[in-house]
């Protein structure tokens, strides 16, 4: 269980797009140093826009954010989880059981996901202090874990859809729905309006998670099913 969470994290992680998407967090956070100013007095929305938790409608790169926070966190997912499997399934389910699997596979997602945001928020936390602005630990705190529980449930959305559906379909389910969903829901206005009440987030995502479990459970099962048929 642990040698694969390491392998995930080691191998299966898209390290290239994790800089490219921290590229495009600091060169969005200049361009509004530079655009628009204003919108560094109140850093925590800045904050929140630059990284696609809340947005404006009337700005099309805020949109633009979004979409791509949300396509590589997809891409992220399903590589994590699908990798394996796809190379050598045969060896790595005869090593370990299809439960152990699907929740390491899980917690890998739930880890790694951890990892990059801490990075990602060290970043533009230091970034946003060396341009001369403070911002407050305890509300930043309060943003992080929103903001951690949101796309750890949108991961868990995406490879449940994508499961779901055969792959001609998946791509468009997969990402057009979650995005959908979230963009309506809007994240940043959960967070500023209720942000001493993330429970209701938490049930969601346990929901989410054991409704993401047993689809991915009976899915492998018959991906078993349908290889032994075929080799028979």
Known sequence: MISLIKRDILKNTKYKYILYIITIYLLYLIFQKIIFPNNFKDIIKLFSRNLGICYDTNHFLDILIILLTNFFLSYNAISILFTDLKYGKEQILLRIS???????KLISILI????INLIIYLILTLSITLMGYNIYNSVLLKLFIMDLIIKILFQYIVIAIYTL????ISIFFSFITPLTALL???????????NNNMYILLLILILITIFTYWILKLKIINLFERSEKNEI
Do not use: D, E, P, V
Request: hydrophobic residues 40%; aromatic residues 24%.
């Open 98 to 104: 299809t439960k152990k699997y699907i929740i390491t």
């Open 112 to 115: 790694i996901t951890f990892l």
């Open 165 to 168: 559906f055969r792959k001609n």
């Open 184 to 194: 309506k829901i809007n994240s940043g206005k959960i967070f500023f309006a209720y």
